[in-house]
């Protein structure tokens, strides 16, 4: 079964895609444009169709190729990620891809503002996410990805 093998992981707005891309032009890494920030293995919708889900993906782009790259900027914030990818791949290997937390955390600020998914101020933001943090057992997925600016940094 052609299946990841490593796996890009480093933070949110650190240039992971750029860094993914740039690695998906080398011969010998296959590296689908489609499995780049790809939660699998954060997202109970996609974990529970099975291993057999990213198989399908990845046999179309499959050439042999001796490293095959998966990336979510998310497998370093949630840790059970970490736990499934070890269970599928004991010997996974892992690229962490950084950034000075206080910056990475205002670009991540900037980039939700744009995306217009951000109508509060960076002040107003960072109370909102103390909340969420102290109710994390009500908070989504998609609200810890996005408007968790300073614990992603942690």
Same mark, same amino acid.
């Given at each position: 079964m052609i299946l990841p093998? @490593? =796996?890009?992981? %480093? !933070? *949110?707005?650190a240039? @992971? @895609?750029s860094f993914y891309n740039w690695l998906g032009q080398h011969p010998d890494i296959c590296a689908p444009a489609s499995m780049k920030d790809f939660p699998f293995f954060i997202h109970k919708k996609y974990y529970d169709? %099975?291993?057999?889900?990213?198989y399908d993906i990845y046999k179309l782009e499959y050439s042999?190729?001796?490293i095959i790259l998966q990336g979510?900027? *998310?497998y370093i914030y949630f840790p059970e !990620? =970490?736990?499934r990818i070890k269970k599928f791949n004991p010997d996974a290997k892992f690229i962490a891809i950084l950034r000075n937390p206080v910056e990475r955390a205002f670009s991540a600020y900037q980039y939700q503002r744009k995306m217009r998914n951000e109508v509060l101020s960076f002040k107003e933001a960072i109370n909102r996410e103390n909340e969420l943090i102290d109710n994390l057992?009500? !908070?989504s997925i998609e609200e810890l990805s996005? =408007? @968790?600016y300073l614990d992603h940094g942690m």
């Open positions: 093998n @490593t =796996f890009l992981i %480093g !933070a *949110q707005k240039a @992971t @895609t169709k %099975g291993i057999e889900h990213l042999k190729e001796k979510s900027v *998310q !990620a =970490f736990e057992d009500k !908070a996005n =408007f @968790t």
